[in-house]
């Protein structure tokens, strides 16, 4: 008889719940857990198939009907920013981003206080604490970093004030943007863009083939803006495929 290695993660199905993309769809999630010595290789392996880590859980979708949700990574070596794109450069030209460990602030929570209220403030994470916050950034058993972008501050000659914020993993063939969020009083900025491009460089310049950006999902306007980064490749039941 074979046996299970003690350390084999174990996966589990959460109840069905509403989908926060698509409406008068219920949502289902498989997940493990991303914990000791073995997060960093299960990470690698879980996000090649589909995976998104929060926290120390990895998850995927696993709805009974539905398979709009799909798993994005865009090709770093093939890309090429479009006018549009080299426009959002050239406006967050004054941005600096500092790639400092995973260390909450206070200033990080205030800029991510006032994203969440602008900008999501009827979803799952618009009661989230200081505390919470804490632990989403804290809590990682992977190799994360946070991106600060950083804005001359007009009012105070040689300071800086934080403009925006992403959490990314280091994976052994990319980069995944976890969880990024930036000042709502700046839409000129095109600031959700500005880091997608900023980390497709970033990659670029590492060596490394992708960045992830997460699930792609046809219908919601949410999601809508992931397509417009290629050639990227989405994961279907045929594996990666390549699109644009």
Wanted: net charge positive.
């Amino acid at each position: 008889m074979t046996r299970e290695p003690r350390d084999a993660p174990q996966f589990y199905l959460t109840a069905p719940s509403p989908c926060p993309y698509l409406p008068d769809r219920q949502e289902r999630k498989v997940f493990t857990h991303l914990i000791g010595g073995r997060a960093v290789g299960l990470n690698d392996q879980l996000t090649l198939s589909g995976f998104r880590r929060s926290q120390t859980i990895a998850y995927r979708p696993a709805c009974e009907r539905c398979r709009a949700c799909v798993s994005v990574r865009v090709k770093v070596n093939d890309f090429r920013p479009t006018r549009t794109f080299r426009r959002v450069m050239e406006q967050n030209a004054d941005l600096a981003g500092l790639v400092g460990r995973t260390e909450p602030t206070s200033e990080q929570y205030s800029l991510f206080r006032r994203y969440l209220d602008a900008r999501h403030g009827e979803g799952g994470m618009a009661d989230m604490t200081v505390l919470d916050y804490s632990m989403m950034i804290e809590d990682s058993h992977v190799e994360s970093r946070l991106v600060e972008y950083r804005a001359p501050d007009l009012n105070a000659p040689g300071e800086t004030q934080l403009t925006a914020a992403c959490l990314t993993d280091l994976l052994a063939d990319g980069l995944s943007m976890v969880y990024s969020f930036y000042a709502p009083d700046q839409p000129r900025r095109s600031l959700g863009t500005f880091m997608i491009l900023d980390h497709i460089e970033r990659a670029r310049r590492l060596g490394l083939p992708h960045v992830y950006l997460g699930y792609w999902v046809e219908g919601s306007q949410k999601m809508a803006y992931k397509a417009r980064f290629l050639p990227q490749e989405r994961l279907g039941m045929n594996g990666w495929e390549r699109v644009g």
